[in-house]
């Protein structure tokens, strides 16, 4: 499969070439990878899929599920010590990004099978949209947090640059055609929203803010979702304390190298606070994003 050339196509404000494939905006390798995926991808009726927009907590809900999906034995190995959380549960479209080969490949890796997408959720395979025991659990944020996440996160990783992405102009194409990478934020969010109203046995809908919030109460939630509720608190603690962000912060797999191609790891990890936003926007642009967020979110009764 390649992509047509014809797609409309921008150059983003960090200086990616997105094009525009199915309403949203992604580089070429990573349309491609979503074309196999779309066509190709069978479902298993005990699958888990993680999914989320960029820089709304996936590397966080991805070892919370790691540790959940091992289950309470008290000998398990400490997975997360040995390695990145994206070592264990791969972004489907991202796999030839991967600087080392994966624990497991995502066609032939056995069940219950634990992967990652951020593609929106009608780029889907059928085989999982139409499966009613296939689960996904969808994480999002609020959007002044998400954009001064993403726009730290590809300053970081392009650091050989003398200067800073200018803010403006990432603010600007944030709410003016949600010209980013999986872009647009509203409209990626609003579709796994709805569904999850449809079909709430089917898609979890978690928000970033609420598990920092009350992390007992989110983690307790995903669990018993996925089928594997805690046994009792300890089991809960446990986990909550081997995914809590500040330990993970400070593994060493997580400090330094990098398990995708031109991304540090410690890149994943770097403040994790809510209204860290306030730091960053002027009133201006918190203004902007606010009016683009109340249009959007206009009548779905969610709110961000």
Not at 141 to 157: A, G, L, V
Request: net charge neutral; charged share 25%; hydrophobic share 35%.
């Amino acid at each position: 499969m390649e992509v047509d050339e014809e797609l409309p196509r921008v150059l983003s404000w960090n200086k990616d070439e997105l094009y525009q494939w199915e309403g949203f905006w992604a580089t070429p390798s990573i349309i491609k990878a979503a074309m196999i995926f779309k066509e190709t991808f069978k479902s298993n009726p005990n699958d888990v899929l993680l999914a989320s927009s960029m820089k709304t907590g996936s590397t966080w809900l991805k070892s919370i599920c790691v540790c959940i999906m091992q289950g309470g034995n008290k000998d398990e190995e400490d997975l997360l010590f040995k390695d990145n959380p994206h070592f264990y549960v791969p972004t489907i479209e991202g796999m030839d990004y991967y600087t080392k080969p994966l624990a497991h490949d995502l066609y032939t890796m056995s069940s219950p099978r634990l992967f990652h997408t951020h593609l929106p959720y009608r780029i889907l395979p059928n085989s999982i949209k139409n499966s009613a025991n296939c689960k996904i659990v969808y994480i999002t944020r609020n959007p002044k947090d998400t954009i001064i996440s993403m726009w730290h996160f590809f300053n970081y990783n392009h650091k050989y640059l003398e200067n800073f992405f200018p803010l403006e102009e990432a603010v600007d194409s944030y709410c003016n055609g949600g010209i980013h990478l999986y872009g647009p934020f509203f409209e990626h969010v609003l579709e796994y929203w709805e569904e999850s109203k449809k079909w709430p046995q089917k898609i979890l809908f978690l928000k970033y803010e609420d598990l920092k919030m009350d992390p007992k109460k989110e983690v307790a939630k995903i669990a018993f979702f996925l089928g594997k509720p805690f046994g009792n608190e300890e089991d809960l603690e446990k986990v909550l304390k081997k995914c809590s962000l500040e330990r993970l912060k400070n593994l060493e797999v997580n400090k330094s190298g990098s398990l995708f191609s031109n991304v540090h790891n410690n890149s994943f990890f770097r403040k994790g606070v809510v209204g860290d936003w306030k730091n960053h926007l002027t009133p201006e642009m918190e203004k902007q994003i606010d009016k683009v967020t109340s249009l959007k979110l206009q009548g779905s009764g969610l709110e961000l």
